[in-house]
């Protein structure tokens, strides 16, 4: 373990044990075990659009637990495969606090893509004739 | 006004660094951040789209084919084989920076080895999803799928599939191609003699990332 020699701005160096190929074995097993899993239930989904009446609130809850999987297999691959885990926390937090603009970026947008879609549906010309004079009807 | 700096001053010369990783490491990891944004953005652009939508194709019902297997109903199969390919070429890939840590250049070789053919597997599968998606009608701006409502849906779906999948698929490639030279300056002894394997580390950054993104590329397309 003695690699790092010719590198002094690397203070402390990583515990062999960290690395264990143990726990890479266990990560490994983990992610194996989400995916199964997302995809069993991506299968439920599959077998409930195909019933007679399938139910919209089930269907968004099941979607709701894959995603909470998938951020779960994220944090595994960025934790101990990429070995983010192991880094001091200043370098854990300039990597994790700017992501942080996601839970913004995602929120803002689907809502907005919502709202223009019930803006649309809900959309009625009130000058019929106007609508009527513009070659391919105006608005969708 | 500027400030003066003498020539030839080190700024990173004689210090440690305040991270406790070298200079490389740390600008990967940023590099990783802006690149997650990038994708962030593809992905949030294609949720709004399918946001505004009243109805948007099934993936069950578009994705339902496996090579050698024409004709059979087999939704979630082939992606799943995918996905399964590029998580095993990660686990490949810690392995190979497990090994560099040992300093042991036969394991680094191996490793690294099983990840390229990972990589290439997961390229080959992607090639074929393409090429069969493109024999059934569909590519940027031409959709064949209808909407699970059964109404004719809008080209969206098949232009952020191809685009998304596409930037993934480029950044499979490159990972591929930054294994291979890896590979090579492994085999002619450039970490051995540089006395680390820090380089097999960044581009085993790179290479997580790539899984990392499928995961959520997997995630948006094939399963909700």
Redesign the interface.
Known sequence: MEQHNSLSEVSFHHEPAQDSVKRIIRTTVILSVITIIELALGFWIYEIHKGANPSAGLVLGIKGVIIILSLAKAFYIVSIFMHLGDEIRNLIMTIVVPLLLFVWFIIAFLADGNSWKNLRNEYKPKDAVKQEQTPHGGGH | MEQAVPAGHKW?GG?????????GK?MM??FL?SD??TF??FL??Y????????SWP?P?EVFNSFPGLEGMNL??AFV?LM??IL?VS??T???A??E????NRKGVQKWLAWTIVGGIAFLACQAWEWTHLHHQGAWWGRNPFPN?DGTVAHTGFANYFFTITGFHGFHVLSGVVINIIAYIMTLQGVFER?????MI?KV??YW??V??VW??V??CF???
């Open positions: 990173w210090g440690k660094s305040p991270f406790n990783v070298e200079y740390l990891w940023y951040m997650a944004f962030g953005a949030i652009s949720g709004t789209i399918r946001f505004s939508s009243n099934d069950n939704p979630l799943s996905t399964f998580i990660s686990v890939m810690v392995l920076v497990h560099g840590h040992h300093n699970a540089r006395g680390h394997y820090l580390e085993g950054l997580h990332f899984d990392l995961v959520f997997f995630l094939y399963l909700i």
